[in-house]
């Protein structure tokens, strides 16, 4: 399972758009990256998933460069309610493989 | 559609004590998983349950932890005899072939033992 590395922690402003990166170098080539959202006292939840390129939904953005050595999960205009640690995952979601959790990225959102 | 319940929410026992804790996955996941975070460490992998078969045990960190899924519906993490070590946040987690990407975690079992 790939190792992936990402900043410990990253603090922002309410409107603005947060840029979270994820190093995942010795992602295998059946690997999807995937992004979970946790609040204290909460279990993480699934934000999004991708493979290249770039995915959207109604809650971010990912983008993958061509080589997915990396990703790049954004947040547009966030507020003080995205205050959570973020997690990047990397893994074959068609095995249902365990989750390997890293230390994640904790975003402080201030007024 | 209901969520992942895990109870109880929090659960604070002596050592050699036992405890049970439970897991209602979404209604239909054949893919049941347990998780757990002690204190200052990161989110760790237990056990992986497909249907009522354990798919792969290989995070469980002791025979004191027994986990059940009878009729692969919900499932039992017991901890019998409980140690100090043993405190902190057990998830739980399901998912479905051909469903909505990523797992869905329930808001986990607190669990600390004095």
């Known amino acids: 399972l790939a190792k992936t590395t990402q900043p410990i922690s990253m603090d922002s402003y309410e409107g603005q758009e947060v840029n979270i990166t994820c190093s995942h170098n010795?992602?295998?080539?059946?690997?999807?990256i995937t992004w979970y959202q946790q609040f204290p006292s909460q279990g993480p939840r699934f934000i999004i998933q991708?493979?290249?390129t770039k995915v959207t939904n109604e809650v971010a953005s990912l983008f993958i460069p061509a080589d997915r050595k990396s990703s790049t999960l954004s947040l547009p205009r966030v507020s003080l309610s995205d205050t959570a640690v973020y997690y990047c995952?990397?893994?074959?979601?068609?095995?249902?493989?365990?989750?390997?959790f890293g230390t994640g990225t904790r975003l402080l959102v201030s007024p | 559609e209901a969520g992942v319940t895990q109870f109880p929410s929090h659960s604070v026992i002596e050592k050699g004590q036992t405890v049970t804790l439970r897991c209602d996955p979404i209604?239909?996941?054949?893919?049941l998983y347990w998780y757990r975070r002690v204190m200052g460490k990161e989110i760790k992998f237990l056990l992986h349950?497909?249907?009522?078969?354990?798919?792969?045990e290989s995070g469980m960190p002791n025979n004191r932890f027994l986990a059940e899924r009878t009729g692969g519906t919900y499932s039992t993490l017991k901890v019998q005899p409980a140690e100090l070590e043993d405190s902190g946040v057990y998830f739980c987690?399901?998912?479905?072939?051909?469903?909505?990407?990523?797992?869905?975690f329930g808001s986990g079992t607190r669990l600390t033992v004095v």
């Open positions: 209604s239909g996941h054949d893919n």
């Open positions: 991708g493979y290249k």
């Open positions: 349950f497909v249907k009522e078969s354990k798919q792969d």
């Open positions: 010795n992602i295998a080539t059946n690997d999807y």
């Open positions: 987690a399901s998912s479905q072939l051909g469903g909505a990407p990523g797992y869905t």
């Open positions: 995952l990397v893994g074959d979601p068609r095995g249902f493989q365990k989750l390997v």
